[in-house]
């Protein structure tokens, strides 16, 4: 294969990007915000939607918030601020994605004046102010290269703690159907964590950093961690991310041979299925979790259904909506569980958890934000290989967004890296040092 075109010195070493205080100090601060649950594969199935009457037990939990997630984020904002305070990068507003930026917040402030829930809705925007604050804070201490490193140790810390979990309580058994890599927290949100592990190793290594052994070994450590979590969307907007990427640091040729080798490998796979070729296609679509998987597939494991109740809800506030992030307030839940098998926690569409939430207005102003926030991206991905990494992270993201809502909304190494590319995207200039210093 061909050198990447990168236009970054091959001499690189990712150790001169190390901020060990940051490391740590994110580290324990995602550890309790987000917050890491060692025993998920144990309890969270059993404790959660198993036991009689536990729907609502869980439920309440969620309504009363979690005192580690307080502190957690209580500690984000401090660290923000103090990034803030000795920041090396100026932060200022030069176009109308920071206005936008602007706009967004004070719309999902002012919506608790309007929320029938404002207990929940606060504690909801206190979450957004905390992720914004701190994500500010970095922006202005980290140059990219220094992020990515970061996210990069981060998220395989996480996936290491992860599987220590697993093994530990007995539970890591990939080769059985109903098995799911968790590990202290939801599949789902572990694909999303080794989807970040994926992205920041290969972007990193497609523009020459070093050691280029370990980050190849991280790159398919974040690829197998999704595989094993049996998440079809993150593995989806994981390789769509790698791809974009791709697009700005590889060359044509090198692109193209790795099309004709998956190409290859997927006709040697079919050979082996000559009697009935859609075997590896129906594999690939269940990922591994059986027969039920398969059939949940049409409806988007009944997201399809979900979705239709949310427009009968937004229909009754169409413009304002019920407050930011408002899903969990009780009259929309005892409107679902009247009407679903199912007890859901969020729309699993991150716009229409935006459409139900803010309204019609809402809605427009974060669509605007994505939209200028990926323009901007593709901007700098083109004067600059390692700034693709943010264009394909937005792009991933976007896709993500389709069918989950947390991924914007709650905290975690993901969603905190997207708030830092769109701060940096919004608040700095596009001509500033960090950009002619390697990102």
Known sequence: MNTPRTGTPSSMHIRDHLDLFSIVALGVIFYLATPYWFSWTRDYYNVAFHLDGAQFDYMKAVLEGSIYRRVGLLCLALYGVDCLIRGHYRLRMRDWLGHLCILFMVWATASLLWSESSGLVLRKIIILWCLAIGAFGVATRMNLTRLLTTMLILSAGTMLLSLAAELYYGNFDPFTSSHRFAGVMHPVIQGWNCGLLL????????????????????????????????????????????????????SLRSRAAVVLWLAAAGCVVLLFYFNDPSVPFRKALS?????????????????????????????????????????????????????????????????????????????????????????????????????SFSFGLLVSLVANMLIEAPVITDPSLMTFTAYVIIIRLAFLSDSTDEIRSGA
């Open 199 to 250: 992205l920041t190793a290969f972007a990193l290594l497609s523009c020459g950093y070093r050691p280029r052994r370990w980050l190849i070994l991280l790159a398919l450590c974040g690829l197998a961690g999704i595989l094993l979590t049996k998440s079809r969307w993150p593995l989806a907007t994981g390789l769509i991310g790698v791809f974009t990427i791709s697009h700005f640091t590889w």
């Open 287 to 387: 990922m591994g979790r059986g027969d039920e998987a398969l059939l949940g597939a049409g409806t988007l494991s009944g997201r399809t259904h979900l979705w239709s109740l949310v427009i009968n809800l937004w229909q009754d506030k169409p413009f304002l909506g019920y407050g930011y992030n408002a899903f969990q307030i009780p009259s929309i839940i005892n409107y679902l569980n009247a009407r679903m098998s199912w007890l859901p926690t969020n729309c699993h569409s991150a716009y229409l958890q935006m459409l139900l939430g803010l309204g019609a207005v809402g809605l427009i102003v974060f669509l605007g934000i994505f939209l200028l926030a990926v323009r901007k991206a593709l901007y700098l991905a083109r004067r600059h290989p390692l700034e």
